[in-house]
């Protein structure tokens, strides 16, 4: 009989050898074809973590995302080099429909919810891409209300009339409808109150631990995404200048003086260090 140290060491092993859940590799996108935004971007995401993509305004974080989910055709981008591969499979030449039926779902910046519907009404478009009973239909809307009691409260109410937090919600509410495996979450913070957002990042670690929904989420917010996440990328111009464990990105001086604005020299501007002594720095 196998003792308990050999079967750890094959069950180790097995996880090793099995390919990440998200694979981007090396991939070069161009706007128009002539703007170039991302440069040879490569990450991974395991399945049943949290990996935030980091960096400021401009950097290529939606537009990683919208590679990953295919959207990015919609705004006249290219991919001109490398592949996504998701479970194992080349997915970049797919749809977003038959991405999402696949498990992978994309909450875009900005909420994006339909003003004119009702809170349960958009909800409900979340799980167009399955052939749902009403019953599981029922059983998904239970769901998402036991993680946002406040949709509960409001799904009655026009979204459009409701606040920036619970459109937030009802967006990434929307994406659980369609039972995803893997949501793709762009800027969650973006324009919404402190506790609220606390709030959701909250229920974003819930569903990742008790519904085993790994996430790929972009954040302005270093220091919050930093708490919530297992795993960190930071995207300078298009190009991932520095990825590990969140925690060792928390207490890294870099990270602390130009993300999360203090270091033992007091609150720096991004912009008071040349970018390659930076690189060289973090690349060393």
Same mark, same amino acid.
């Given at each position: 009989?196998?003792?308990?140290?050999?079967?750890?060491?094959?069950?180790?092993?097995?996880?090793?050898?099995?390919?990440?859940?998200?694979?981007?590799?090396?991939?070069?996108?161009?706007?128009?074809?002539?703007?170039?935004?991302?440069?040879?971007?490569?990450?991974?995401?395991?399945? !049943?973590?949290?990996?935030?993509?980091? @960096?400021?305004?401009?950097?290529?974080?939606?537009?990683?995302?919208?590679?990953?989910?295919?959207?990015?055709?919609?705004?006249? !981008?290219?991919?001109?080099? @490398?592949?996504?591969?998701?479970? !194992?499979?080349?997915?970049?030449?797919?749809?977003?429909?038959?991405?999402?039926?696949?498990?992978?779902?994309?909450?875009?910046?900005?909420?994006?919810?339909?003003?004119?519907?009702?809170?349960?009404?958009?909800?409900?478009?979340?799980?167009?891409?399955?052939?749902?009973?009403?019953?599981?239909?029922?059983?998904?809307?239970?769901?998402?209300?036991?993680?946002?009691?406040?949709?509960?409260?409001?799904?009655?109410?026009?979204?459009?009339?409701?606040?920036?937090?619970?459109?937030?919600?009802?967006?990434?509410?929307?994406?659980?409808?369609?039972?995803?495996?893997?949501?793709?979450?762009?800027?969650?913070?973006?324009?919404?109150?402190?506790?609220?957002?606390?709030?959701?990042?909250?229920?974003?670690?819930?569903?990742?631990?008790?519904?085993?929904?790994?996430?790929?989420?972009?954040?302005?917010?270093?220091?919050?995404?930093?708490?919530?996440?297992?795993?960190?990328?930071?995207?300078?111009?298009?190009?991932?200048?520095?990825?590990?464990?969140?925690?060792?990105?928390?207490?890294?001086?870099?990270?602390?003086?130009?993300?999360?604005?203090?270091?033992?020299?007091?609150?720096?501007?991004?912009?008071?260090?040349?970018?390659?002594?930076?690189?060289?720095?973090?690349?060393?």
């Amino acid at each position: 009989m196998m003792n308990h140290a050999a079967t750890t060491a094959n069950a180790a092993a097995t996880a090793a050898a099995a390919p990440p859940y998200l694979s981007v590799n090396n991939v070069e996108v161009i706007y128009d074809h002539v703007i170039l935004v991302l440069k040879g971007v490569s990450l991974q995401v395991p399945q !049943g973590k949290i990996v935030a993509l980091l @960096g400021a305004n401009g950097a290529g974080k939606s537009t990683t995302l919208k590679t990953i989910s295919t959207l990015l055709r919609g705004e006249r !981008g290219d991919v001109t080099k @490398g592949e996504v591969q998701f479970k !194992g499979e080349r997915i970049d030449q797919l749809t977003p429909n038959e991405l999402v039926k696949r498990g992978l779902s994309q909450v875009m910046e900005g909420r994006h919810c339909f003003g004119h519907l009702s809170i349960e009404e958009n909800l409900l478009t979340g799980a167009y891409t399955r052939n749902a009973s009403r019953a599981e239909l029922k059983e998904s809307l239970e769901k998402v209300y036991h993680y946002f009691p406040r949709l509960r409260e409001r799904r009655a109410s026009q979204a459009g009339y409701t606040s920036g937090g619970e459109q937030q919600m009802c967006a990434i509410g929307r994406a659980l409808m369609a039972k995803p495996s893997m949501i793709l979450l762009d800027e969650p913070s973006m324009g919404i109150a402190p506790q609220i957002v606390e709030e959701i990042f909250g229920i974003v670690k819930d569903l990742n631990s008790k519904e085993n929904v790994s996430f790929l989420l972009a954040e302005q917010n270093t220091s919050i995404a930093l708490r919530y996440a297992d795993f960190g990328y930071i995207l300078e111009n298009g190009r991932v200048v520095m990825e590990g464990a969140a925690a060792e990105l928390s207490a890294n001086e870099d990270v602390k003086e130009f993300y999360l604005g203090v270091s033992g020299a007091g609150r720096k501007s991004f912009r008071d260090m040349k970018f390659y002594r930076r690189r060289k720095r973090w690349l060393a």
